[in-house]
């Protein structure tokens, strides 16, 4: 599978649990999406913590040998690049610093403000607009006020609002299962649905894939913002009960931001066909070996005692 974490992108092989190094070096990568011959990756071009009024994020083009073809840039700042997804022949790329989704159809950019006043506005970030996805004739896109998540309903067609849905606290990604919405509830540690249920996961969850059979989650450590990019990751195998199979852990390279299962039906992006990677392409780039991983079980206890430790200098 790919995998964005604050330092770099990487290729995931989990049965001989071994990452490939594919990027590193523009800054904090984000989103991933596939179209038919193409995935894109999201990287910030700045580092974590940075000043989001000047960064101009890329999107990063790989074919399907994982060679680099091409860098997509506007010619208006992508700032606080999030989640992005490929649906409807169109690149869909959130940026959370201008409430922003900026569309690119392959051959030009326009903005897309589903809730803002747009580029006119003074005001930023006020809603955090972080996810998206589409299904049937809807597109979905997460969003947090205050950490209150919400999922924005928009018709396909018009792109005008046609309801929301309060769901999670600090809410990242967004897919359908039956009539059911999701989300990974991030500050409270969980998965919730529109339908009332709900599972404990483990620190910070962010980052989504799944098919008929498996589920796969990025889970982080809760760390102050200075201790983020050297942090440690995992990443949860459960069943399609959510019932725990495997964990792996990413020592040192950061948060994940996002995971796809590309050469799977990964319903968790919009359009799931799979997209078919050359066997072994992986393998001509620096990799490092996973070991087995860990849930945090107390999402804030780690924070809390950073806290304690920087105020009064315990251990």
Not at 130 to 155: M, P
Not at 208 to 218: L, P, T
């Amino acid at each position: 599978m790919l995998v964005t974490t604050t330092q770099a992108l990487w290729y995931i092989d989990l049965p001989s649990r071994t990452a490939w190094q594919i990027e590193r070096g523009n800054g904090v990568y984000y989103g991933i999406a596939c179209s038919r011959d193409s995935i894109f990756v999201a990287a910030r071009r700045a580092e974590y913590g940075s000043d989001r009024k000047v960064q101009k994020g890329v999107i990063q083009c790989y074919n399907n040998e994982l060679e680099l073809v091409r860098t997509l840039e506007p010619p208006f700042p992508l700032r606080d690049l999030h989640q992005i997804d490929w649906f409807d022949n169109k690149l869909w790329v959130c940026a959370t610093y201008d409430d922003l989704v900026a569309v690119w159809d392959g051959r030009r950019w326009k903005r897309w403000h589903p809730l803002s006043a747009g580029e006119e506005s003074d005001e930023r970030n006020l809603f955090h607009l972080n996810s998206i996805f589409a299904h049937d004739g809807e597109i979905l896109v997460v969003g947090n006020k205050l950490q209150s998540g919400t999922i924005y309903r928009f018709d396909r067609q018009s792109r005008g609002e046609i309801g929301r849905i309060q769901l999670g606290k600090g809410a990242h990604n967004v897919w359908m299962e039956g009539d059911d919405h999701f989300t990974l509830s991030s500050v409270s540690g969980e998965v919730r649905s529109s339908n009332g249920w709900s599972r404990y996961l483990g620190n910070f969850p962010r980052g989504f894939a799944f098919d008929s059979s498996r589920r796969y989650v990025g889970i982080s450590e809760v760390n102050s913002r200075t201790l983020r990019a050297q942090s440690h990751s995992s990443i949860l195998a459960l069943d399609r009960h959510w019932d725990l199979l495997e964990i792996v852990s990413l020592q040192g390279t950061g948060m994940i931001h996002d995971l796809r299962a590309p050469m799977l039906h990964d319903r968790a992006q919009a359009e799931d066909e799979p997209f078919r990677l050359v066997s072994g392409s992986w393998e001509r780039f620096p990799s490092k070996e996973l070991t087995a991983g860990r849930v945090f079980t107390r999402p804030w206890k780690q924070w809390l005692n950073s806290c304690k430790r920087k105020i009064f200098g315990h251990r």
